[in-house]
């Protein structure tokens, strides 16, 4: 079995060897998700690969989910799920959370969009940029457009091109954002782009020649790259905490040496809150860690299900979308729908009494993955951050890429498989990708979970 999300739609895998411990489970997938696979083969016959976003591509196939609700989704065949993954840990909310929906449904009766400025626009700026210690910021639809219009205004500021990234780090659909290490030496079980230096087809080499990389957690390769491209780089932009190769945590003082190589080499540091937004606390990264950024993207959870995103920051910075001719247009930027959702979302939901229930969940299921993981001698490691969390097949802890690419892909989609044949999405699809805790999710939902891996525990070791 492989996992291959990134260009070829997902084929039937061979049936895996009637001695393999896990071939009764394959049996049992196929069995439980006909549907899902007669869904896909329709798909296909108008969509690329029959879905409408490569991650959802799946191997052997995807799940069809019909409906979905507080901590649960159904799909096409009947079966329900706990769902941990939450529309790629979207959903602090959970699904069609009440709160959210009711905002929605009273601005939806008085309009969903005009193209003119919007009194609640101005509302939740002022509450974001409090919540988040912005100066100013700008609403837009997607954390791709959020992480785009951040280095815009960063070049725009420091007149320089360049922006320096961490290999692998995912910040969206911009183009000088895919571009990495290519590993000669693929593990088993390991997503293409590990073998890619340009994540894909379609993108010159021109729209990367202005990218540089460095490692995540090394402050040294951090140093090297502003000493290779001096007066270059116009931004250093990151997940504080990479959310996007599992949880991986910033080591102690790496964040604060950061900060100082752009104060010293001029550049904009630039935080990608888009996916770690909110799930650390009410605060953003900069009040959690101590260490703020100039700039900051964010999307996902504040929408609680809808699209919305947002970029800003310093006020001299931001101010240069007036002053410095920096374009930042969008028909559907700040449209009423978006910002109903988010103002309950940030108001309604994501309080304080509710973040505690969801740290509190969240390591009531990670300690019990780590007892369970303990007792089956597995080779695995939990890592946890505020309502995240993820698992890593592997011998020793994970800090960085280099480190990722080490562990036991393969793994993890028998993971995947057994959880799912048990009525558990266990995360969002991909060994590169997290849990989250939504403010819907239960203690019978942890308790179903860690019995369902006690099952499947054994077919792992």
């Given at each position: 079995?492989?996992?291959?999300?990134?260009?070829?739609?997902?084929t039937?895998?061979?049936?895996?060897?009637?001695?393999?411990?896990?071939?009764?489970?394959?049996?049992?997938?196929?069995?439980?998700?006909?549907?899902?696979?007669?869904?896909?083969?329709?798909?296909?016959?108008?969509?690329?690969?029959?879905?409408?976003?490569?991650?959802?591509?799946?191997?052997?196939?995807?799940?069809?989910?019909?409906?979905?609700?507080?901590?649960?989704?159904?799909?096409?065949?009947?079966?329900?799920?706990?769902?941990?993954?939450?529309?790629?840990?979207?959903?602090?909310?959970?699904?069609?959370?009440?709160?959210?929906?009711?905002?929605v449904?009273?601005?939806?009766?008085?309009?969903?969009?005009?193209?003119y400025p919007?009194?609640?626009?101005?509302?939740?700026?002022?509450?974001v940029?409090?919540?988040?210690?912005?100066?100013?910021?700008?609403?837009?639809?997607?954390?791709?457009?959020?992480?785009?219009?951040?280095?815009?205004?960063?070049?725009?500021?420091?007149?320089?091109?360049?922006?320096?990234?961490?290999?692998?780090?995912?910040?969206?659909?911009?183009?000088?954002?895919?571009?990495?290490k290519?590993?000669?030496?693929?593990?088993?079980?390991?997503?293409?782009?590990?073998?890619?230096?340009?994540?894909?087809?379609?993108?010159?080499?021109a729209?990367?020649?202005?990218?540089?990389l460095?490692?995540y957690?090394?402050?040294?390769?951090?140093?090297?790259a502003?000493?290779?491209?001096?007066?270059?780089?116009?931004?250093?932009?990151?997940?504080?905490?990479v959310?996007?190769?599992g949880?991986?945590?910033?080591?102690?003082?790496f964040l604060?040496?950061?900060?100082?190589?752009?104060?010293?080499?001029?550049?904009?540091?630039?935080?990608?809150?888009?996916?770690?937004?909110?799930?650390?606390?009410?605060?953003?990264?900069?009040?959690?860690?101590?260490?703020?950024?100039d700039?900051?993207?964010?999307?996902?959870s504040?929408?609680?299900g809808?699209?919305?995103?947002?970029?800003?920051?310093?006020?001299?910075?931001?101010?240069?979308?007036?002053?410095?001719?920096?374009?930042?247009v969008?028909?559907?930027?700040?449209?009423?729908?978006g910002?109903?959702?988010?103002?309950?979302?940030?108001?309604?939901?994501?309080?304080?009494?509710n973040?505690?229930?969801?740290?509190?969940?969240?390591?009531?299921l990670?300690?019990?993955?780590?007892?369970?993981?303990?007792?089956?001698g597995?080779?695995?490691?939990?890592v946890?951050?505020?309502?995240?969390?993820s698992?890593?097949?592997?011998?020793?802890?994970?800090?960085?890429?280099?480190?990722?690419k080490?562990?036991?892909?393969?793994?993890?989609?028998?993971?995947?498989?057994?959880?799912?044949?048990?009525?558990?999405?266990?995360?969002?699809?991909?060994?590169?990708?997290?849990?989250?805790?939504?403010?819907?999710?239960?203690?019978?939902d942890?308790?179903t979970?860690?019995r369902?891996?006690r099952?499947?525990?054994?077919?792992?070791?």
């Amino acid at each position: 079995m492989s996992l291959d999300r990134s260009t070829q739609p997902p084929t039937p895998v061979a049936p895996l060897p009637a001695a393999d411990p896990f071939a009764g489970e394959m049996r049992r997938f196929y069995a439980r998700t006909a549907g899902s696979l007669s869904e896909l083969e329709r798909a296909r016959r108008h969509l690329p690969a029959g879905v409408c976003s490569n991650f959802r591509m799946m191997d052997p196939h995807p799940l069809f989910l019909r409906s979905a609700r507080g901590s649960r989704v159904l799909d096409v065949d009947g079966h329900e799920y706990i769902d941990w993954g939450l529309a790629q840990s979207t959903l602090l909310a959970g699904h069609a959370h009440p709160a959210v929906i009711e905002a929605v449904r009273r601005q939806v009766g008085s309009g969903t969009m005009t193209c003119y400025p919007h009194p609640r626009t101005a509302d939740l700026a002022a509450l974001v940029c409090e919540r988040f210690r912005l100066d100013l910021v700008r609403f837009v639809n997607t954390g791709s457009e959020a992480t785009q219009f951040a280095v815009r205004v960063a070049r725009a500021a420091t007149g320089r091109d360049s922006v320096l990234k961490f290999d692998a780090c995912y910040h969206g659909n911009g183009p000088e954002f895919w571009l990495g290490k290519p590993e000669t030496d693929l593990p088993a079980g390991a997503p293409e782009w590990m073998g890619q230096e340009i994540y894909s087809a379609g993108i010159p080499r021109a729209l990367v020649s202005k990218t540089c990389l460095a490692e995540y957690n090394d402050l040294e390769s951090v140093r090297a790259a502003f000493h290779e491209h001096p007066g270059e780089i116009a931004a250093l932009i990151l997940e504080p905490v990479v959310f996007n190769l599992g949880v991986l945590l910033p080591r102690q003082g790496f964040l604060q040496g950061v900060r100082d190589l752009c104060d010293r080499e001029g550049a904009v540091l630039i935080y990608d809150e888009v996916k770690m937004g909110c799930k650390l606390g009410l605060l953003g990264a900069g009040e959690y860690f101590g260490v703020p950024a100039d700039l900051v993207a964010m999307a996902k959870s504040i929408g609680g299900g809808f699209p919305i995103g947002l970029f800003g920051g310093r006020r001299d910075l931001m101010e240069g979308i007036e002053t410095r001719n920096v374009k930042h247009v969008g028909t559907y930027a700040a449209n009423h729908v978006g910002l109903a959702a988010a103002h309950a979302t940030l108001t309604e939901v994501l309080t304080p009494g509710n973040y505690d229930r969801m740290f509190a969940v969240n390591q009531t299921l990670a300690d019990g993955y780590r007892e369970i993981i303990a007792r089956a001698g597995l080779e695995a490691h939990v890592v946890t951050a505020g309502a995240s969390g993820s698992m890593f097949f592997s011998r020793g802890p994970v800090h960085g890429v280099a480190d990722f690419k080490r562990t036991r892909l393969d793994k993890w989609q028998r993971f995947w498989i057994g959880m799912l044949n048990r009525g558990v999405l266990p995360q969002a699809q991909g060994p590169e990708d997290i849990w989250t805790v939504s403010v819907q999710h239960s203690d019978d939902d942890v308790e179903t979970t860690l019995r369902a891996f006690r099952e499947v525990a054994p077919l792992l070791a």
